[in-house]
């Protein structure tokens, strides 16, 4: 096999497209956890299961109204980066600030709290690594918008590159800011709010500013959510355009505000029906969301594996490579998303039993069945490779240089 075989470009074209409604509803959802605590600390009333998914089918609504809509920005605006920005140091200089007891530097980086039931202390900081690849999700979104920004051959690798960077260094800070200000684990362990950081907050600074503190990440939360439906639904649209999904003509269609919005719709309803899972049990919603983390490493180590075992398929490079450095980059990346992959099907307490399994590897081999089902029954017969829009340059010596090199 090739890699540029048109079966592994419809399996990772469409595989990505269900990371991206799978993550979006995840992140909506955590956003209506969010609306939920701050009912919770505002009023002292807890919010039940149905009343949260409510709140999630409107966040998802919200979302598909913003990317039909507000399209036109969303390739140029800033605003969600300078809200990131500005709330972490709001976050951050609330907590230092306001809370009581300050931990000691010897507890923030050597301190390992173990309540994972695994006695292997290596595989429980491993686990605990899982956190912080969910970080490396969505980083390509500036990708999906390319076609609607200028010097996009640049401004997409660039705002790839920028966004892991970005949130290493804003992530650092703020999970600093908690572990220092953090008062008490085991309060955070047993909490009743929605979500348990809301704990964290009420212990260090206070109900008023706690309702501060999750609005603002609560609306960072929910930014993010919207632009997966962002790509997800140009991706749809990339499928149609490839005769890789049906109702071409219906996916392809832009509205007045150049948004693919029964893309957009499609990606809404599908986060509604997974949301309504959330009602009936909490272990199936979390199976079929934890499957997103795995559907995103797998769409991308698909097109990084083709790079490394079938350099010579691409032949053209953009002007933002590398260079040699390339083939030994994709190697480690490779490895390291294969190694992730594993780390996320792994139950992560034990003993393991019918509520604490991890079911994400049997709901991301449903998603596969049917993706492979699909290219059996439709795909193969419609697909064909990725449809040119522009005219490729020549190839260049960069190009012939990484050739001789693979």
């Known amino acids: 096999m090739k890699g540029d075989k048109p079966v592994l470009g419809y399996v990772t074209g469409v595989l990505y497209a269900c990371a991206m409604i799978f993550t979006g509803t995840s992140g909506n959802l955590s956003t209506a956890l969010y609306i939920a605590s701050m009912a919770e600390v505002g009023t002292g009333i807890a919010l039940t299961r149905v009343q949260i998914a409510a709140m999630a089918w409107g966040v998802n609504l919200l979302s598909a109204i913003i990317n039909t809509f507000g399209s036109r920005g969303i390739g140029r605006d800033g605003c969600p980066v300078w809200w990131t920005l500005v709330g972490t140091i709001i976050l951050v200089v609330t907590l230092l600030v306001k809370s009581p007891v300050k931990n000691s530097a010897s507890f ?72 220092f200000s953090i008062q008490s684990i085991p309060s955070v362990q047993s909490t009743s709010f929605a979500i348990p950081i809301a704990q964290l907050y009420y212990d260090a600074v206070g109900s008023r500013l706690t309702l501060l503190c999750l609005f603002v990440v609560g609306s960072c939360q929910f930014l993010a959510a919207c632009t997966c439906f962002t790509a997800s639904s140009r991706l749809l649209y990339a499928l149609a355009r490839d005769n890789a999904i049906p109702c071409k003509k219906a996916f392809m269609t832009l509205n007045r505000f150049q948004a693919p919005w029964v893309g957009v719709w499609l990606s809404a309803t599908i986060a509604i029906i997974i949301s309504a899972a959330y009602i009936g049990s909490v272990v199936a919603f979390n199976a079929i969301l934890s499957s997103a983390a795995i559907a995103v490493m797998l769409s991308y180590l698909q097109p990084i594996l083709c790079r490394v075992l079938w350099p010579e398929s691409m032949e053209v490079r953009g002007p933002f490579h590398l260079g040699k450095y390339s083939r030994a980059i994709n190697v480690i990346s490779a490895l390291f998303t294969i190694f992730v992959c594993v780390l996320f099907i792994l139950p992560t307490s034990m003993p393991v039993d019918a509520l604490n399994m991890n079911y994400s590897v049997v709901a991301i081999g449903a998603v596969l069945v049917l993706i492979l089902g699909s290219w059996v029954f439709y795909g193969r017969y419609h697909f064909k490779g990725p449809v040119s829009t522009v005219d490729m340059p020549p190839l260049t010596g960069d190009a012939d240089e990484d050739k001789k090199m693979s």
């Open 108 to 179: 923030v980086f050597t301190d390992l709290e173990n309540f994972t039931g695994w006695e292997n202390k290596g595989l429980v900081v491993l686990l605990g690594f899982l956190q912080a690849v969910y970080t490396l999700e969505g980083a390509e979104t500036s990708a999906q918008v390319a076609e609607e920004a200028r010097n996009a051959e640049w401004l997409a690798p660039i705002g790839i590159a920028a966004s892991i960077v970005g949130s290493w260094f804003i992530g650092l800070i703020y999970l600093l800011a908690l572990l």
